[in-house]
């Protein structure tokens, strides 16, 4: 192993700085104090900012709520798809990764599905989606940056197509949300929903979302799970409280890594994870290496993951030898997920990362590459990340 301090290259968990850890460690208080009060005001005000500012000149997108959940990103997208589909209700969901798929999957246990189905990684036919959505539809999803296969969904087309049926348009944007561009009035989203630990860059375990005011006319807590009332959830968040046990720790946590990014800025932020992301391509694509997702019509690369096709010698069983080659120089990626296990390897540029970060990064894929019997052109692959971080 190196001396270096671990780099956690992960689509998440993401580095976090010194001071959200530190907040996490404060002594306890009750969640029902004030004090608490005054942090659950904090985190959700800076939720709110990254929602609703999340463009290049910071602009106000939309209006709303938004709501901390305490649990990860899948109880966020349950509670949006069972408070607004009912009993019974019709759902679209797009599928091109992992995450598309989960969507389908809750729905299926609330409602009746319809899915766009595609191979994964490859881009979803905004066509296929029009033929899909009628005026039955109660809520299409969607996944905007599908970590499992770094794409960049066409959430403004599609948004359109609900909104010409007047469905309810759910967008899951964990891994942009914090990052990348998101724009809710634009794109017709009634509710985006992300998590801490991604490109907010905070400790993984609660999740948030947010309803704009067409979402909640629409909301029926009875609808949905007891924990996931969304109703109650409102009612308690009027007042500066989670309707259950909040983990006072994490929600100390998200509080300081919000203040962060408005500290930040979006504007400034989004530049930042594009070129990292971009660094990332373009060294991989100068390194010989192939990205694994081939982008079509209005679906672009995700500007905070970037999957990338394992080349037959370091694949499926023989995958190993190139994770233990990154990991023994304390970097970790991500492999691939379900039927990707062994195809794909995955980078984050999420998190507490700067330009030095990705070179290590670089580096360390293109030495374990190498010492793994793969023909790599590491010299190449450092020169063009300079290129594009300068």
């Given at each position: 192993?190196?001396?270096?301090?671990?780099?956690?290259?992960?689509?998440?968990?993401?580095?976090?700085?010194?001071?959200?850890?530190?907040?996490?460690?404060?002594?306890?208080?009750?969640?029902?104090?004030?004090?608490?009060?005054?942090?659950?005001?904090?985190?959700?005000?800076?939720?709110?900012?990254?929602?609703?500012?999340?463009?290049?000149?910071?602009?106000?997108?939309?209006?709303?709520?938004?709501?901390?959940?305490?649990?990860?990103?899948?109880?966020?997208?349950?509670?949006?798809?069972?408070?607004?589909?009912?009993?019974?209700?019709?759902?679209?969901?797009?599928?091109?990764?992992?995450?598309?798929?989960?969507?389908?999957?809750?729905?299926?246990?609330?409602?009746?599905?319809?899915?766009?189905?595609?191979?994964?990684?490859?881009?979803?036919?905004?066509?296929?989606?029009?033929?899909?959505?009628?005026?039955?539809?109660?809520?299409?999803?969607?996944?905007?940056?599908?970590?499992?296969?770094?794409?960049?969904?066409?959430?403004?087309?599609?948004?359109?197509?609900?909104?010409?049926?007047d469905a309810a348009f759910v967008v899951d944007g964990v891994t942009s949300v914090g990052g990348d561009a998101f724009k809710l009035d634009e794109?017709?989203?009634?509710?985006?929903?992300?998590?801490?630990?991604?490109?907010?860059?905070?400790?993984?375990?609660?999740?948030?979302?947010?309803?704009?005011?067409?979402?909640?006319?629409?909301?029926?807590?009875?609808?949905?799970?007891?924990?996931?009332?969304?109703?109650?959830?409102?009612?308690?968040?009027?007042?500066?409280?989670?309707?259950?046990?909040?983990?006072?720790?994490?929600?100390?946590?998200?509080?300081?890594?919000?203040?962060?990014?408005?500290?930040?800025?979006?504007?400034?932020?989004?530049?930042?994870?594009?070129?990292?992301?971009?660094?990332?391509?373009?060294?991989?694509?100068?390194?010989?290496?192939?990205?694994?997702?081939?982008?079509?019509?209005?679906?672009?690369?995700?500007?905070?993951?970037?999957?990338?096709?394992?080349?037959?010698?370091?694949?499926?069983?023989?995958?190993?030898?190139?994770?233990?080659?990154?990991?023994?120089?304390?970097?970790?990626?991500?492999?691939?997920?379900?039927?990707?296990?062994?195809?794909?390897?995955?980078?984050?540029?999420?998190?507490?990362?700067?330009?030095?970060?990705?070179?290590?990064?670089?580096?360390?894929?293109?030495?374990?590459?190498?010492?793994?019997?793969?023909?790599?052109?590491?010299?190449?692959?450092?020169?063009?990340?300079?290129?594009?971080?300068?």
């Amino acid at each position: 192993m190196s001396d270096e301090v671990p780099l956690l290259l992960t689509p998440g968990p993401v580095p976090v700085a010194d001071e959200v850890l530190a907040a996490a460690s404060e002594p306890m208080v009750s969640h029902r104090s004030a004090e608490f009060e005054a942090v659950y005001e904090r985190a959700r005000d800076g939720l709110e900012y990254v929602f609703t500012r999340s463009t290049l000149d910071e602009a106000p997108t939309g209006d709303g709520t938004a709501l901390l959940l305490g649990g990860t990103a899948t109880m966020a997208m349950e509670a949006a798809v069972s408070n607004l589909v009912g009993d019974g209700g019709e759902v679209v969901a797009l599928v091109n990764g992992k995450y598309g798929r989960r969507f389908a999957r809750i729905a299926d246990r609330h409602a009746s599905v319809t899915r766009v189905d595609v191979e994964w990684g490859e881009s979803l036919p905004v066509a296929d989606v029009a033929a899909a959505v009628t005026d039955d539809t109660d809520v299409v999803t969607t996944v905007h940056s599908e970590s499992s296969t770094g794409l960049l969904n066409p959430v403004s087309e599609v948004g359109a197509v609900a909104r010409d049926h007047d469905a309810a348009f759910v967008v899951d944007g964990v891994t942009s949300v914090g990052g990348d561009a998101f724009k809710l009035d634009e794109w017709n989203v009634d509710v985006a929903l992300t998590a801490a630990h991604t490109a907010l860059a905070a400790p993984p375990g609660i999740s948030a979302l947010f309803a704009t005011e067409r979402a909640v006319e629409r909301l029926d807590g009875d609808a949905g799970p007891f924990y996931e009332d969304l109703d109650w959830h409102r009612r308690r968040a009027a007042r500066s409280q989670t309707p259950f046990t909040g983990s006072v720790p994490l929600f100390r946590a998200l509080a300081v890594a919000v203040e962060a990014v408005e500290a930040e800025g979006m504007p400034e932020r989004i530049r930042r994870h594009r070129t990292h992301a971009s660094a990332f391509r373009e060294a991989f694509r100068s390194m010989g290496l192939d990205l694994f997702a081939d982008p079509d019509g209005p679906t672009r690369f995700s500007n905070t993951v970037t999957a990338v096709s394992l080349p037959e010698a370091v694949s499926g069983d023989d995958a190993e030898a190139f994770f233990e080659g990154v990991a023994a120089r304390d970097v970790r990626v991500a492999g691939g997920q379900a039927h990707l296990d062994g195809r794909v390897f995955r980078v984050s540029n999420m998190g507490d990362v700067d330009g030095d970060d990705v070179r290590r990064g670089v580096e360390a894929v293109g030495e374990a590459m190498a010492d793994a019997g793969v023909d790599v052109d590491l010299e190449a692959a450092l020169v063009a990340a300079e290129e594009r971080l300068d």
